[in-house]
């Protein structure tokens, strides 16, 4: 069958709504786009737990720490979904933590920013896992299968990361004057990185149009980040909190919130490893890798060594 037919019939499969699965025909630019997309997912998961796991001993509640850690050990689960999901196109897991250890592959640039504050962490929760939640239930719906998938046990867990990290930035604006005021601080520095965090400018994402046609993505990072600024709005306004952007205003006849300019020079300079903490967070990636080499080595020569015991009992 010619390339033109195979993708033809590939794409008729995608408008049906059909799931695509790692054995079926597809584009290899379907497949390298996957690739990139899934593992900079999986590398965004890994690296987030970095600025939390930061106040991990620093907790101002046993209570909170059990949450922390509980959310801590969930993104590295997510990153284990993802990871395992992108395996099944093709790329070793060892490829996926060189591109993300040599710089070569990128993960959201959120996390190059430090957590100054307890109210940064939940800052955290409240806008970056709630932007996570709306980039990510679309994906619940992408056309290939394992991603899709792994983001519906994900999303679930994205959700109760939300409601925690609202529920810590209430706790915080219902306290003293000086715990709101370091509420009202993490917006101010938080919230446009979490506007960033959907992407580039519709006219500026040079994947977005072929990822909306192979139902990759469903919404644009437009939509999406309109989507976003719309619902936490009014979630600032429960708060008593007040969105750092003096631009914004409700839009009648959009039936959108109208907003301000973002500064996309800092979103690329962050993107191309200019930012606050990049240094920093690829280093400590790097450490840890390093420093658990031992168990990666342990664990081979235990399979091993259980692979050698099944070829025996089979020779017996």
Not at 44 to 67: D, H
Not at 180 to 189: G, I, S, T
Not at 194 to 201: A, E, T
């Amino acid at each position: 069958m010619k390339i033109e037919d195979l993708e033809k019939k590939f794409q008729d499969r995608i408008d049906a709504g059909e799931k695509i699965e790692p054995k079926d025909w597809m584009p290899e630019k379907y497949r390298k786009t996957h690739i990139r997309q899934i593992s900079q997912h999986a590398h965004s998961e890994i690296v987030g737990m970095l600025p939390e796991g930061n106040w991990v001993t620093r907790t101002p509640t046993l209570r909170r720490k059990v949450g922390l850690l509980a959310k801590v050990q969930d993104e590295a689960g997510h990153g284990l979904y993802l990871y395992s999901a992108a395996e099944t196109l093709g790329i070793s897991r060892d490829e996926m933590f060189r591109q993300l250890h040599t710089g070569k592959a990128k993960y959201s640039s959120i996390f190059n920013y430090p957590t100054m504050t307890w109210a940064d962490i939940g800052t955290i929760g409240w806008l970056v896992d709630g932007a996570a939640i709306i980039n990510q239930v679309m994906l619940t719906r992408t056309s290939f299968g394992p991603y899709a998938r792994a983001m519906v046990r994900i999303c679930k867990e994205e959700s109760f990361h939300q409601r925690q990290g609202f529920e810590m930035i209430l706790t915080l604006c219902n306290g003293t004057a000086i715990q709101k005021e370091m509420a009202q601080d993490a917006l101010n520095r938080w919230w446009w990185p979490s506007l960033m965090m959907f992407g580039p400018r519709d006219e500026e994402s040079p994947n977005t149009e072929q990822s909306v046609k192979w139902k990759i993505k469903r919404k644009t990072n437009d939509e999406l980040r309109q989507q976003f600024i719309d619902i936490t709005v009014e979630q600032a306004k429960v708060a008593g909190l007040t969105i750092p952007d003096p631009d914004l205003k409700w839009n009648e006849e959009r039936g959108h919130h109208d907003f301000g300019a973002i500064d996309w020079s800092e979103f690329w300079r962050v993107v191309k490893g200019n930012g606050p903490l990049n240094k920093e967070r690829l280093k400590a990636r790097n450490d840890a890798w390093d420093n658990g080499e031992w168990v990666r080595d342990a664990a081979m020569a235990h399979s091993e060594k259980q692979a050698q015991k099944e070829e025996l009992k089979k020779a017996v």
